[in-house]
């Protein structure tokens, strides 16, 4: 079981807007600003998306934004493309005493 | 540009090592951190542990402690990690990942190296 709690699908329409939620305690996303979205096209490497709950890396679309209120993050992707259909991971630091950095069990988005 | 090249696939039987490399391009090496991330099939992403490449310092996740070493030749800008005692569920594809210090994510990711463990 992931520390981190993302919903295991969330589907959209090209041009809607969709949500994806990340869950996790005040020991991660609650304590720290520090969360971050991975995207995941199927047998690639993940790409940083958003990294310190709502900023862009140089070279990712607008259409990304992330924010975190309490205990949990959402990314949201508007104006849904065909190419944004991928696998979605959420990570956090931690203050556990067992590891330093936490992801989410991932999210898949389908592009209908 | 920056790049992480990872070394090939491994087939290894229960209870043997693998040692995955990390060469780093296009970036000063020691100037970040790696870390490590393994994803099984069809599973999510796992923080493994990171290595300091200036120093050599490293952190390890509870769970992998005792079976894991991270290591570094700064003058090949190589990264490497070494899991021993390989179970049937270490099959994973293994990543290394950089940390743009003084950072909190990862923004360079290898393309992955995958270890399958299988008698």
């Known amino acids: 079981q992931s520390a981190l709690t993302q919903p295991a699908s969330v589907s959209g329409s090209p041009g809607q807007s969709i949500t994806i939620s990340c869950t996790g305690t005040?020991?991660?996303?609650?304590?720290?600003?520090?969360v971050s979205w991975y995207q995941q096209h199927p047998g690639k490497a993940p790409k940083l998306m958003i990294y310190?709950?709502?900023n862009r890396p140089s070279g990712v679309s607008n259409r990304f934004s992330g924010s975190k209120s309490g205990n949990t993050a959402s990314l949201t992707i508007s104006g849904l493309q065909a190419e944004d259909e991928a696998d979605y991971y959420c990570?956090?630091?931690?203050?556990?005493?067992?590891?330093?950095?936490?992801f989410g069990g991932g999210t898949k988005l389908t592009v209908l | 540009q920056v790049q992480l090249v990872q070394s090939g696939a491994e087939v290894k039987k229960p209870g043997a090592s693998v040692k995955v490399s990390c060469k780093a391009s296009?970036?000063?090496?020691?100037?970040?951190?790696m870390h490590w991330v393994r994803q099984a099939p069809g599973q999510g992403l796992e923080w493994m542990g990171r290595?300091?490449?200036?120093?050599?310092?490293?952190n390890y996740a509870q769970k992998f402690q005792g079976r894991v070493t991270m290591t570094r030749d700064t003058s090949i800008s190589t990264a490497y990690m070494e899991l021993s005692r390989l179970r049937s569920d270490d099959t994973a594809v293994y990543y290394c990942?950089?940390?743009?210090?003084?950072?909190?994510?990862?923004?360079?990711w290898g393309q992955g190296t995958l270890v399958t463990v299988s008698s």
């Open positions: 990942a950089r940390d743009p210090l003084p950072a909190y994510y990862f923004d360079y």
């Open positions: 990570s956090s630091y931690t203050s556990s005493s067992t590891l330093d950095w936490v």
């Open positions: 310190d709950v709502s």
């Open positions: 290595i300091n490449p200036n120093s050599g310092g490293t």
């Open positions: 005040s020991s991660d996303v609650g304590g720290y600003n520090y």
């Open positions: 296009g970036y000063t090496f020691t100037g970040y951190y």
